[in-house]
């Protein structure tokens, strides 16, 4: 398993506590308006931008939101990181307890699901509330390293003062997100927080080993459980001659007859036997099996009825919205597809592949990966956005919906284009905006 080049809190070479007082010097100086004697990492600059508008106090923060115990556990049950929970515990919670850390676990909305290791560390945790149903993303508690990288959705160290509140400058805390293996929807996050002292570059890459490993076992699970709904509907399908496939409860194929099978079919929210309306297949008969559906699509719907909202509101929450005339389906996006989206919708008229490249990723060199990559969009979206040049059909309406401020629209995302439209004053009447 190869990893690429992670972005540690403690510069090569660096001595930790002299590089803990610099950091706290540069804290002062910058949160009382004076020149810094350092530079911050960009991850933090970023993230101490957010806490301003946030207007969060470094010297006298709330304690985190906490849930209700029969809310946590609602979540915990609902939490598709629960399935490899066991992983994630043999991988970390022996070295968390042996190094005077302790291991977190979280869900997208960064609340704290499960906590194990040192005695002494969950006693500090404790005192500054990092417990079982508290909320540590950014919003509740500044940067931190489970907020900031559920909102960059990339692993993250933060050490000492690099937190933006003072009480926090005792810890160093390493995180990395855990997203679905199938569609990139952010899931979660992994964290293992320690004493100031403990600092050291290898932590960040365990907790992202470990998130990765977490993803392969969450694809292993799907597979396995398509697998057997491949079995359950093989007798069904043999008889069958019109065109059908199978999907799991999420939309997820695991057969098809008589047809080019689409990778995803975008289900309703709630799913009724009967006949539906679903974007890639047009009109289509549904029918329950064990784990999933039966579905034999009909006469296309004609074009003209669909509408898109493109949702880009919430950090690591983005989900796109297709409406048709028998109702209406939402499928969470991976960052890229995001990306890509938010592009589309920036240019209605088309971009060719080459632009799409260069606006993802500075260069031409990468047409292929920027294919790929709309050719799974299309599959789901069914004949919501053409080619050549892509685009968004002519007959779709187009809503977007985005943050409160453009600055932080996708704020994780490094593409070009993505950076061009957070600085052009007109990008706001893109948006019909939340917050």
């Given at each position: 398993?190869?990893?690429?080049?992670l972005?540690?809190?403690?510069?090569?070479g660096?001595?930790?506590?002299?590089?803990?007082?610099l950091?706290?010097?540069?804290?002062?100086?910058?949160?009382?308006g004076?020149?810094?004697?350092?530079?911050?990492?960009?991850?933090?600059?970023?993230s101490w931008?957010r806490?301003?508008?946030?207007?969060i106090d470094?010297?006298?923060?709330p304690?985190?939101?906490?849930?209700?115990?029969?809310?946590?556990q609602?979540?915990?049950?609902?939490?598709?990181?629960?399935?490899?929970l066991?992983?994630?515990?043999?991988?970390?919670?022996s070295v968390?307890d042996q190094?005077?850390?302790?291991?977190?676990v979280?869900?997208?909305?960064?609340?704290?699901?499960?906590r194990?290791g040192?005695?002494r560390?969950?006693?500090?945790?404790?005192?500054v509330?990092?417990?079982e149903?508290?909320?540590?993303?950014?919003?509740?508690?500044g940067t931190?390293a489970?907020?900031?990288a559920?909102v960059?959705?990339r692993?993250?160290?933060?050490?000492s003062?690099?937190h933006?509140?003072?009480s926090?400058?005792?810890?160093t805390c390493?995180?990395?997100?855990?997203?679905?293996?199938?569609d990139?929807?952010l899931l979660?996050?992994i964290?293992?927080?320690?004493?100031v002292s403990?600092v050291h570059?290898?932590?960040?890459?365990?907790?992202?080993a470990?998130?990765?490993?977490?993803?392969?076992?969450?694809?292993?699970?799907?597979?396995t459980?398509?697998?057997?709904l491949?079995s359950?509907?093989?007798?069904l399908?043999a008889?069958?001659g019109?065109?059908?496939l199978?999907?799991?409860?999420?939309g997820?194929?695991?057969t098809a007859v008589h047809?080019?099978?689409?990778?995803?079919?975008l289900?309703?929210?709630?799913c009724?036997v009967?006949?539906?309306?679903?974007?890639?297949?047009?009109?289509?008969?549904?029918?329950?099996?064990p784990?999933g559906w039966?579905?034999?699509?009909?006469?296309?719907e004609?074009?003209?009825?669909?509408?898109?909202t493109?949702d880009?509101s919430?950090?690591?929450?983005?989900?796109?919205?297709v409406?048709g005339?028998?109702g209406?389906w939402v499928q969470?996006?991976?960052?890229?597809?995001?990306?890509?989206l938010?592009l589309?919708?920036a240019?209605?008229?088309?971009?060719?592949?080459?632009e799409l490249?260069?606006?993802?990723?500075?260069?031409?060199?990468?047409?292929?990966?920027?294919?790929?990559?709309?050719?799974?969009m299309?599959?789901?979206?069914g004949?919501?956005?053409e080619?050549?040049?892509?685009?968004?059909?002519e007959e779709v309406?187009?809503?977007?919906?985005?943050?409160?401020?453009?600055?932080?629209?996708?704020?994780?995302?490094?593409?070009?284009?993505?950076?061009?439209?957070r600085e052009?004053?007109?990008?706001?009447e893109?948006?019909?905006?939340v917050?």
């Open positions: 398993m190869t990893f690429p080049p972005d540690t809190a403690l510069p090569s660096a001595d930790a506590r002299e590089h803990a007082d950091l706290r010097r540069a804290h002062d100086a910058l949160l009382s004076r020149p810094a004697p350092a530079t911050l990492r960009p991850v933090i600059e970023d931008r806490m301003r508008g946030f207007g470094p010297d006298g923060a304690p985190p939101r906490m849930a209700p115990l029969d809310e946590l609602r979540h915990r049950e609902s939490s598709p990181i629960a399935d490899v066991p992983l994630i515990r043999r991988s970390l919670v968390a190094a005077d850390h302790i291991m977190l979280t869900d997208a909305a960064g609340q704290v699901l499960w194990e040192s005695r560390m969950r006693s500090v945790g404790d005192r509330g990092l417990v149903g508290s909320y540590w993303n950014e919003g509740s508690t931190n489970i907020g900031t559920l960059v959705g692993p993250v160290q933060i050490y003062a690099e933006y509140v003072r926090l400058h005792t810890l390493a995180c990395a997100p855990v997203h679905d293996p199938r990139g929807r979660g996050a964290d293992v927080t320690g004493p403990t570059p290898s932590t960040l890459a365990l907790v992202y470990v998130a990765q490993l977490a993803e392969t076992h969450l694809q292993g699970i799907h597979h459980h398509l697998e057997r491949r359950v509907a093989a007798p399908l008889g069958m019109r065109p059908a199978v999907v799991d409860d999420m997820w194929t695991a047809m080019e099978p689409v990778r995803r079919v289900l309703p929210k709630h009724e009967g006949t539906v309306w679903l974007p890639a297949l047009g009109e289509c008969a549904l029918e329950p099996l784990g039966l579905i034999r699509p009909g006469p296309e004609k074009a003209g009825s669909t509408s898109l493109l880009l919430r950090p690591g929450a983005y989900s796109v919205t409406s005339s028998s209406e969470n996006l991976s960052p890229r597809h995001a990306e890509l938010l589309l919708a240019h209605r008229s088309g971009r060719s592949g080459a490249s260069r606006d993802v990723f500075g260069s031409e060199g990468h047409v292929v990966t920027v294919r790929a990559e709309l050719s799974r299309r599959r789901n979206l004949g919501v956005v080619s050549r040049p892509y685009r968004f059909s309406a187009v809503r977007l919906v985005g943050p409160s401020s453009p600055l932080d629209l996708l704020p994780g995302s490094l593409a070009p284009g993505v950076r061009r439209l052009r004053t007109c990008t706001a893109l948006f019909d905006r917050g």
